[in-house]
């Protein structure tokens, strides 16, 4: 009988404070606040789950090798080799050359991307006439297949099937690209982008010793690591290469708008949940404030008649 009247008492003792007027308001703001705080932090893991997967295909690549010489056969078979089983490499040249139309003998300055097997990595070309790109080969004898972003026919004039030339080497061009893994197009484009494979360079006299080429070693681990492990798989790759014109990046760092914008996304999310916290805590402050207030008379009749400070706190 007596434990049964001590639990209802100490059950009574917690619950007596919420039984004032006004009480429950401070502890729906501590709540609120907290609640908002939490979601703020699980919809910041959620955007920055979905970000890296669309990074990704910006990068085209987890790791990359990025040098202004071309990389070594040793240096991509031993970053392979120390890189997980299962990775996936493939590489790509970029330049800018001037691009000839076979036809109306005008010429353009075009952004050329050399592309080796497995490109892309992540993502997918979409091209006009749909087709499978990497299948795809001229029409004509003498020539190589490219493709190319549509303002290609409009500033140099080559048409579907038409030939156009860059440095000594003819090619064709069979489709348009609708859609190409990454940012897409810029606005500080030197010129339509056009698609070449890389064996097709060979022998054109574009890409020699001191040529302004970026030349890009793209890997893809297995199982699509998160970002913290693929800088621990960066800082042993940089140990490994000793030259230091090569540069090792993950996917979130080889592209700059995407580096700005992961940097102002952690801020803006960081900024909102300091800002809910202060929010709950002025709530909390003014609710209790509030509470004194109304409680202030029965307080002080309470204390005159003998009540002791401790019980009116508690």
Same mark, same amino acid.
């Given at each position: 009988m007596n434990e049964s009247m001590n639990e209802k008492g100490f059950v009574a003792a917690i619950r007596r404070p919420f039984r004032l007027p006004?009480?429950?308001? &401070? /502890? $729906?703001?501590?709540a609120a606040g907290a609640l908002a705080v939490f979601s703020v932090a699980l919809l910041q893991q959620e955007i920055q789950s979905a970000l890296q997967v669309e990074a990704r295909e910006v990068a085209q690549a987890d790791l990359e090798l990025s040098s202004p010489r071309a990389l070594s056969e040793e240096e991509k078979s031993r970053t392979l080799a120390l890189l997980p089983a299962g990775s996936r490499m493939t590489e790509t040249w970029e330049f800018v050359s001037m691009a000839r139309d076979e036809?109306?003998? =005008?010429?353009?300055? /075009?952004? /050329? =991307?050399?592309?080796g097997e497995g490109y892309p990595l992540y993502g997918k070309i979409e091209i006009e006439p749909a087709s499978d790109w990497s299948t795809l080969t001229p029409k004509k004898p003498g020539a190589t297949a490219a493709f190319a972003q549509p303002d290609l026919v409009a500033q140099l004039g080559t048409q579907l099937n038409g030939r156009f030339f860059l440095g000594g080497v003819a090619f064709e061009l069979n489709a348009l690209v609708k859609r190409e893994p990454g940012l897409g197009g810029s606005a500080f484009a030197l010129g339509p982008k056009v698609w070449v494979h890389r064996q097709a360079l060979k022998g054109s006299g574009l890409i020699e010793r001191g040529s302004r080429v970026r030349h890009r070693a793209l890997f893809a681990l297995p199982? =699509? &690591?998160? &970002?913290e492990s693929l800088t621990l798989w960066k800082t042993r790759l940089e140990a490994e290469i000793a030259d230091p014109v090569v540069r090792v990046r993950t996917f979130t760092e080889s592209n700059g708008q995407l580096r700005r $914008? $992961?940097?102002r996304l952690d801020e803006f999310l960081a900024g909102l949940s300091f800002l809910i916290f202060l929010l709950s805590a002025a709530g909390f402050l003014t609710a209790f404030r509030l509470r004194l207030q109304r409680q202030r008379m029965t307080f002080a009749i309470q204390r005159?008649?003998?009540a002791s400070r401790a019980w009116l706190v508690g």
């Open positions: 006004g009480t429950w308001l &401070p /502890v $729906f703001c501590c036809a109306t003998n =005008r010429t353009r300055l /075009v952004e /050329v =991307r050399a592309i199982g =699509r &690591p998160d &970002p $914008f $992961f940097g005159a008649m003998g």
